[in-house]
T-cell receptor, first 112, second 116 residues
Framework: ELKVEQNPLFLSMQEGKNYTIYCNYS?????LYWYRQDPGKSLESLFV?????AVKQEGRLMASLDTKARLSTLHITAAVHDLSATYFC????????????FGKGTHLIIQP | DAGVIQSPRHEVTEMGQEVTLRCKPI?????LFWYRQTMMRGLELLIY????????DSGMPEDRFSAKMPNASFSTLKIQPSEPRDSAVYFC??????????????FGQGTRLTVV
């Protein structure tokens, strides 16, 4: 059974600071997704990482994937309040058998 | 495209009643997923379809839950009878494929179900 673990689950930080959210998964996969969810809203796709070493950047967010370590990171640079949300990583087991397995999410609060 | 469309957005029902949630996937997408989100359990995959055929329903919690996809543009998730512990947000998502490189899932706005 594929397990996806995120840490931290909760993070409060100040604007202007840098931080990294980690996503570990338990079985081989080369497809990982990051989503953002605002309170009471749906999940918005942020990044699609499809190979080992993949790195994607959008504004102050950068995601990377290391399939050998079964680890993805979401790095926040010079955080701003608008980035406050819950961030989920999701892993596709690759066999097409299980859909996406989500981590529990990281609840990020960025304080002015 | 308008994205994945779910209805209703909110549903409040009494215990024992039948509840039907509806989903219209993105046109051209071959895979459809039903997820449930709660504070305690996070996001759980309930069932998913590929080309209108149910592939894996092992996430469906009980026989009270059933899902259908009669055609490529419509799916339902039914709970009969509903119980208070079914209260959650139910998301429908679709993707182009469920194998290969086009497995990015796009989510609907969700249905917030409250069973009293």
């Amino acid at each position: 059974e594929l397990k996806v673990e995120q840490n931290p689950l909760f993070l409060s930080m100040q604007e202007g600071k840098n931080y990294t959210i980690y996503c570990n998964y338990s079985t081989t996969s080369d497809r990982l997704y990051w989503y953002r969810q605002d309170p009471g809203k749906s999940l918005e796709s942020l990044f699609v990482l499809l190979s080992n070493g993949a790195v994607k950047q959008e504004g102050r967010l950068m995601a990377s994937l290391d399939t050998k370590a079964r680890l993805s990171t979401l790095h926040i640079t010079a955080a701003v309040h608008d980035l406050s949300a819950t961030y989920f990583c999701a892993v596709d087991s690759g066999g097409g058998a299980d859909g996406l397995t989500f981590g529990k999410g990281t609840h990020l609060i960025i304080q002015p | 495209d308008a994205g994945v469309i779910q209805s209703p957005r909110h549903e409040v029902t009494e215990m024992g009643q039948e509840v039907t949630l509806r989903c219209k996937p993105i046109s051209g997408h071959n895979s459809l997923f039903w997820y449930r989100q709660t504070m305690m359990r996070g996001l759980e995959l309930l069932i998913y379809f590929n080309n209108n055929v149910p592939i894996d329903d092992s996430g469906m919690p009980e026989d009270r839950f059933s899902a259908k996809m009669p055609n490529a543009s419509f799916s339902t998730l039914k709970i009969q009878p509903s119980e208070p512990r079914d209260s959650a947000v139910y998301f429908c998502a679709s993707s182009l494929d469920f194998v290969g490189v086009n497995t990015e899932a796009f989510f609907g706005q969700g249905t917030r179900l409250t069973v009293v």
